[in-house]
């Protein structure tokens, strides 16, 4: 088959920024998406959405090792550079920059500058897993100062990571719109994740399960339930019935991801279980 090559690959910050700042002479609006690559459809429909605002997408593949923890999947994270590429370039993507360890933290990354959220870092996730959002805002703010985009796109599959880049880029000021997508799903309703493939096919199976407890929660307050703690607990023992080894199952307000009183209106019930080797995320938003 041929394709359309008119995407550059570029790895190194000199290089990177030498055609950006062509680009911008030219006044092109310039929309990046941040990923770790393994792409799939929820990668891609953040591509559709820079691609609908702006005249330039730039896309990173690169696996932060600042963001994983001692135990965590860095070294087996999955890595598929060639089949990744070859999507982006369908999509009509015209800047992907991968660079290497070496190029983002060249004296290592344990004593680079970081970037810290707390506000919204000490819980869900972050009460899991220590570092992670320091080491994803670091990044993202680095890769912002890099390419300066005009907007950036995330998904709002990891909700917790978007609140924190919104208030990252509002409290250090910086000139970029963050656009959160909505949440890619398989048709069992599971939301695609680059994980998703340590699954087994029993558990893939199974996995769906996750967005199908969240749902009925939202159904429950849409119908009127405001017991909050009840229907955490019921989350938590529905998950672990079904073989899920639950970490946190949360009703929280949309803007300060705490948990929602009788007062909030704007919700997100927010959830991560493991499922065999497999960390998953997933959330549904409601207003009520
Ligand atoms: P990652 O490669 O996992 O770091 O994700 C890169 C970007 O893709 C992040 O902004 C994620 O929120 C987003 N993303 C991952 N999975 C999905 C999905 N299923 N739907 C929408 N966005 C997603």
């Known amino acids: 088959m041929t394709m359309e090559t008119s995407m550059k690959t570029v790895g190194t910050i000199a290089d990177v920024q030498d055609v950006l700042s062509t680009v911008r002479t030219q006044g092109k609006k310039v929309g990046f998406v941040p990923t770790m690559g393994n792409l ?22 690169y696996v932060n090792q600042l963001q994983f923890g001692p135990n965590e999947d860095y070294d087996s994270y999955p890595r598929t550079f060639e089949e990744d590429q070859e999507l982006l370039v369908q999509e009509g993507v015209d800047l992907l920059f991968t660079p290497t360890s070496h190029e983002i933290y060249p004296e290592g990354a344990e ?43 995330f998904g709002e599959k990891d909700f917790q990571q978007l609140a924190i880049i919104r208030k990252m880029v509002e409290d250090l000021c910086m000139p970029i719109e963050v656009v959160g997508a909505p949440i890619a799903r398989a048709d069992s309703g599971l939301a695609l994740s680059s994980r998703n493939g340590y699954l087994t096919a029993d558990e893939r199976n199974a996995a769906a399960l996750l967005y199908q407890v969240i749902s009925e929660a939202r159904e429950q307050i849409l119908a009127g339930e405001r017991n909050y703690d009840a229907i955490h607990r019921d989350g938590f023992v529905k998950l672990a019935r079904a073989g899920f080894k639950p970490d946190y199952f949360n009703i929280v307000d949309r803007h300060t991801l705490q948990p929602a009183t009788l007062k909030d209106d704007k919700l997100v019930i927010l959830a991560a279980a493991m499922l065999g080797r497999a960390r998953l995320i997933d959330n549904v938003q409601l207003d009520i």
């Open 40 to 61: 799939h459809d929820g990668h891609l429909s953040l591509v559709r959405e820079a691609k609908k605002r702006c005249d330039y997408v730039v896309v990173s593949i």
């Open 111 to 153: 004593h680079h500058t970081v970037v810290r959220v707390d506000a919204l870092d000490g819980m869900h996730c972050g009460s899991s897993r220590p570092g992670f959002f320091t080491g994803i805002a670091t990044i993202v703010c680095k890769l912002f100062n890099i390419l300066r985009p005009d907007v950036a796109v």
